[in-house]
């Protein structure tokens, strides 16, 4: 039996909710940065201790956004960027649609100006 991972709407949930928290999002940047490195090193730039570290890290892991390797006794996370740009792929998409929507809203204001209703 294989176990399918999350929808992509559920998937979008989870890197949102992920990136909700400021710590995390403080994490994610340092990464970024710095590339593959331990939550011992990501702490020292924190005002956060290193096991809160590993908690945040935990879930910007669930939600696909950073990926853990060991290396002997240590722990390595980078950053996985696939997750993050399926979420900006979504919310560009969302974008568009508003926008269409506003235009659209725009021409039916623009044609109403010109062509008023009769007057009774």
Do not use: N
């Not at 039996?1 to 709407?9: H, I, N, R």
């Not at 949930?13 to 990464?31: F, G, I, N």
């Not at 890290?57 to 853990?68: E, N, P, Q, S």
């Not at 269409?100 to 623009?110: D, F, G, N, V």
């Amino acid at each position: 039996m294989t176990e399918e991972g999350p929808g992509p709407a559920e998937a979008v949930d989870s890197v949102l909710t992920a990136l909700a928290d400021p710590t995390r999002r403080r994490l994610l940047h340092l990464l970024a940065a710095r590339g593959e490195v331990t939550a011992t090193v990501l702490a020292e730039g924190l005002p956060v201790s290193r096991q809160a570290v590993v908690k945040h890290l935990a879930v910007l892991d669930a939600a696909g956004l950073v990926t853990a390797r060991r290396a002997g006794r240590e722990v390595r996370y980078s950053v996985q960027p696939a997750a993050l740009d399926a979420t900006a792929r979504w919310m560009s998409s969302l974008a568009a649609d508003w926008d269409r929507r506003l235009a659209r809203i725009k021409r039916l204001a623009e044609a109403a100006e010109q062509d008023p209703p009769p007057q009774p």
